[in-house]
């Protein structure tokens, strides 16, 4: 299995401040790499996937850059509805898919 | 659009097994595979296997082989995740998703609302 590693753990920051979260993978999942975002009492919503490529809908703000095993999402000009908890997923090595513990993006 | 709708919370006893379904609608169902996922208590997500909804085709995690059993109804465009054998560490929202793209491994682009499952004595 493909162990993800968030980082940071949790992160508290000010709203339209710009913010960088960072996944590592174990071994390299090339651009095998998405991220999600999931609110309290909500199911996650598919942010970006393929490394950088973002999902339906989803606002310019967020970004997704990196490959083989570092990779980040960097959501600028933070939004009061940002702050939520951030997973990295990675699809390479398949069964199984694998999350990355989650970072908790707090409000300042 | 897609929408995947879960059924509802259930409280189990150590030992017993339970069935979660999910009913998908929005796209044509045996396009798309569904893997479930599922989140304990404050905790993270933990993929626990998925169903090719084309031809039954399985991949389940390795923690989870031997006592989970994931099926589809095409009739019906309802996807199953059946787990056995639960335990008071199985305590959690259960979720169905679906895979993103039709072929290949793909991350998960809907998400039912989840089922609380919760197993107590």
């Known amino acids: 299995e493909v162990v993800m590693t968030q980082s940071p753990a949790s992160l508290s920051v000010s709203p339209g401040e710009t913010v960088t979260l960072s996944c590592r993978a174990g071994?390299?999942?090339?651009?095998?790499l998405a991220w999600y975002q999931q609110k309290p009492g909500q199911a996650p919503r598919l942010l970006v996937f393929?490394?950088?490529t973002r999902a339906t809908g989803v606002p310019a703000r967020f970004s997704g850059s990196g490959s083989g095993t570092e990779f980040t999402l960097t959501i600028s000009s933070l939004q009061s509805e940002d702050f939520a908890v951030y997973y990295c997923?990675?699809?390479?090595?398949?069964?199984?898919?694998?999350f990355g513990q989650g970072t908790k993006l707090e409000i300042k | 659009q897609v929408h995947l709708v879960q059924s509802g919370a259930e409280v189990k006893k150590p030992g017993a097994s339970v069935r979660v379904s999910c009913k998908a609608s929005?796209?044509?169902?045996?396009?798309?595979?569904i893997s479930w996922v599922r989140q304990a208590p404050g905790q993270g997500l933990e993929w626990m296997g998925w169903i090719s909804a084309t031809n039954g085709n399985t991949d389940y995690a390795q923690k989870f082989k031997g006592r989970v059993i994931m099926t589809t109804d095409t009739s019906t465009t309802t996807a199953y995740m059946e787990l056995s054998y639960l335990e008071i560490d199985d305590t959690a929202l259960y979720y169905c998703a679906r895979d993103l793209h039709s072929s290949g491994w793909t991350p998960f682009d809907s998400w039912g609302q989840g089922t609380l499952i919760t197993v107590s004595s």
């Open positions: 393929s490394a950088s």
């Open positions: 929005g796209y044509t169902f045996g396009n798309y595979g």
């Open positions: 071994q390299s999942v090339s651009s095998n």
């Open positions: 997923q990675q699809y390479s090595t398949w069964p199984p898919c694998s």
